[in-house]
């Protein structure tokens, strides 16, 4: 019974992010040129009001909910529904029909684009993850450290010699919104962390984090002398 649970809480939690990922950037894409089209608005007013053309039409009736907490309930059942179905042959069809019309905005384009790409990063369908890896870096001073993700490796060619550097993305204050960090590649260390388990700890605000980090090397050693995830020998 336990295994079947388990199975299906990670499957309805599958598809809810997977719901998220198909809606965030819509929703980003909707807010941005929601708030463009009300900027541009602000300036072309007067002029539509003299015309005796209102474009926007401002109420002060409110719909309120007669239950509270309805519209947060809905919008967990809408965003897991939009994951089962995204998941599905005809769901993936209709989102690329979406897709096409959209990047055929010039300007919509451009915001769909780049809130997808942040998006994919944490996709469970996607093969390959735009998060390689969970990586700790010292910043912003010595004795301190950022947590963080890998998410590209480049070669800095200088006169004498070539080095490695890992493009480490750093959250700020949530997923995001962070700061990009070229450092290299021999002072980066990789916790024994996947990364999901990496994405639920900045989620959580570091509430998730383990007791003991261990790197990767070390956890392969520990797992050679028959110790557990975290250097804690199994029961």
Known sequence: EQAISKLI??????????????LLPIAITFCVTWWFIRFVDSFFSPIYALL???VFEHTKNKLLLKWAGLGF?????????????????????V??????????????????SASKQISAAISPDQNSH???????????RNGEYAFGFITSTVLLRGNLATEELCCVYVPTNHLY?????????????????????GIEIVISGGMSIPQILTTLE????????????YGVPPV
Do not use: C
């Not at 735009?130 to 912003?140: D, Q, S, T, Y």
């Not at 919104?177 to 388990?197: C, H, Q, T, W």
């Open 52 to 54: 005796g053309i209102n």
């Open 218 to 229: 070390e956890a392969q050693a520990m797992d050679g002398d028959g110790l557990g995830k």
């Open 130 to 140: 735009a998060f390689k890896e969970v990586a700790i870096i010292r910043h912003p």
């Open 73 to 93: 309930v809905t919008s967990l059942t809408f965003i897991f529904l939009v994951g089962v179905f995204m998941s599905s042959w005809l769901g993936a069809s």
């Open 177 to 197: 919104l962070g700061d990009i960090y070229l450092v290299s590649s021999k002072d980066v260390m990789r916790p024994n962390l996947s990364v999901r388990e």
């Open 95 to 112: 989102l690329s029909l979406g897709e096409w019309f959209i990047n055929k905005m010039p300007f919509v384009s451009y915001i769909y």
């Open 9 to 22: 809480r990670s499957w309805a939690w599958k598809k809810f992010i997977t719901g998220s990922v198909i």
